[in-house]
C-alpha cells in the first residue's frame, strides 16, 4: 500500500471523481437531446438562484427543484425526463474500487463525505445494489456522510467539523481524499491530512 495512505487509520473519501467516475458534459448533451438548446442560459440562471446547492443540502424537495428546472427552461420536461438527463453525469463504478474498499477496511477505519443530492444518490445507490451489494454503498464504510442529508456541503468548516464530531475522530488522525482542490484546502485548513485527487488516475490503482 501507497505509504501515504497506509499510515492513516482513518480514511475519509469523497465520491464523485475520486471512488465514482463522472461526466460534467454528459447532462449538457443530455438537456439538447429533450429541447434545451440554450443550456448555458438554463445553468447560469440555476447558479444564480443556487438551485444546485439548495438541493444538495437538502434545503429545498426533488419536486420543488423539478419544478424550478421547468420554470427556468421554459419545458414541460416529465420528472423522469429531468432525473434521467441530469443523472447522466453518473458513469459506471469499477468493480476494483469496491475490492479495493473490502481490503481497507480490514485495517483501516472508512468513511464517506460526499456533495450529493437526493436524485443522484438514489441512482448510484441503486446502481451498487444491483451490481455490487444489496444495502447499497454505505455498507462499505464504517459510516457514510452526504451533504443533502446533513443539510451541510463542502468546503465548508461546518461539514468537516461535524463529521469529527459525530465520529468521534481528530482531524490529525484522518486522511481526506478529494478531487476539488477547495476541498481540500478547507480541510487542511482544519488540521486534516489530505491527498488531493487526480481524476485521471484510478484510485485503487494509488492504494
Known sequence: MNNTFSEFKNLIFDLGNVLLPIDFSAPV???????????????????????FNLLETGKISEAEFRSEMRRISGLNWT???IDDAW????????????????????SHDLYL???????????YDQQI??????KG????????????????RKPDAEI?????????????????????????????????NV?????KEKIENLI
Open 129 to 134: 445494489i444491483d451490481k455490487f451489494h444489496p
Open 29 to 51: 448533451k443530455a438537456f439538447q437531446e429533450i429541447g434545451l438548446t440554450d443550456f448555458n442560459r438554463l445553468y447560469g440562471e440555476i447558479q444564480q438562484t443556487n438551485l
Open 113 to 123: 463525505l460526499s456533495n450529493t443530492n437526493s436524485i443522484h444518490f438514489t441512482r
Open 195 to 199: 491527498h488531493h485527487h487526480d481524476p
Open 137 to 152: 454503498l454505505s455498507a462499505y464504510f464504517k459510516k457514510a456522510y452526504y451533504s443533502h442529508k446533513l443539510g451541510l
Open 79 to 81: 420528472d423522469m425526463q
Open 160 to 192: 468537516f467539523e461535524a463529521v469529527l464530531q459525530d465520529a468521534g475522530l481528530k482531524a490529525e488522525d484522518c486522511l481526506f481524499i478529494d478531487d476539488n482542490e477547495t476541498n481540500i484546502t478547507s480541510a487542511k485548513a482544519l488540521g486534516f
Open 87 to 106: 443523472s447522466t453525469i453518473i458513469l459506471d463504478f469499477r468493480p476494483a474500487t469496491f475490492a479495493m474498499l473490502e481490503r481497507l477496511a480490514v
